[in-house]
């Protein structure tokens, strides 16, 4: 079993960055596949970044590409997410999730989740 928790979040104003991170808890953090997922108020839950367990793949979803990196440090049992040239529509709880197999975009083959961090992008 795993454990994460978010921080990082926070106001930021449209075009600026942030850095999300996530800690995870245990000595086997390496073995999960880790994801960032997202979701707006009065919308659902949507995938943002995957990254594998050793951190060489990763894919992201179009909405955030080219904007957004996910990366991984095993070392520090850490997954972060940078945030780049941030828009209102980026505006959302964001939360990382962990699961034993293949990256993956869909939320529910994710195991274990944080609680979330706030992202708010004004215009």
């Known amino acids: 079993q795993v454990q994460l928790v978010e921080s990082g979040g926070g106001l930021v104003q449209a075009g600026g960055s942030l850095r999300l991170s996530c800690a995870a808890s245990g000595r086997t953090f390496s073995t999960y596949t880790m994801g960032w997922f997202r979701q707006a108020p009065g919308k659902e839950r949507e995938f943002v970044a995957t990254?594998?367990?050793?951190?060489?793949?990763?894919y992201d979803a179009d909405s955030v590409k080219g904007r957004f990196t996910i990366s991984r440090d095993n070392a520090k049992n850490t997954v972060y997410l940078q945030m780049n040239s941030l828009k209102p529509e980026d505006t959302a709880v964001y939360y990382c999730?962990?699961?034993?197999?293949?990256?993956?975009?869909?939320?529910?083959?994710?195991?274990?989740w944080g609680q979330g961090t706030q992202v708010t992008v004004s215009s």
């Open positions: 990254i594998s367990r050793s951190g060489a793949s990763s």
């Open positions: 999730a962990a699961r034993l197999g293949y990256m993956n975009s869909r939320e529910g083959e994710y195991d274990y």
